[in-house]
Nanobody, 129 residues
């Protein structure tokens, strides 16, 4: 059972930057794909970014491409999401998730929430104008 704990959320102005982190509890982390999802009030939980087991393959949803960067530190069992040029529409609870498998593409499509096996409790990213 992999436990995930997010940190780093907070309040930032539009155009600002924030980095959220997710620490995993087990060495299993180094073999599995990780992802960040987000959920705004009244909206579905959506994939923001994903990274495969060794970090050489990443995926970003179109709305964050060029602004967000996902990375991982397997030595410290941690995955990061660097968020730059934040917009009001980025405001949401951000969830870290893990999948019991190394890759981020399943049958030719990116991960969806039902593919994930473990979830953190989420961290709020609030953006003000």
């Amino acid at each position: 059972q992999v436990q995930l704990v997010e940190s780093g959320g907070g309040l930032v102005q539009t155009g600002g930057s924030l980095r959220v982190s997710c620490a995993a509890s087990e060495r299993t982390f180094i073999h599995i794909a990780m992802a960040w999802f987000r959920q705004a009030p009244g909206e579905e939980r959506e994939l923001v970014a994903a990274i495969n087991w060794n970090g050489d393959n990443t995926y970003y949803t179109d709305s964050v491409k060029g602004r967000f960067t996902i990375s991982r530190d397997n030595a410290n069992f941690t995955v990061y999401l660097q968020m730059n040029s934040l917009k009001l529409e980025d405001m949401a609870v951000y969830y870290c998730a893990a999948r019991n498998g190394p890759g981020i593409v399943i049958r030719g499509r990116p991960l969806v929430k039902n593919d994930m096996d473990y979830w953190g409790k989420g961290t709020l990213v609030a953006v003000s104008s």
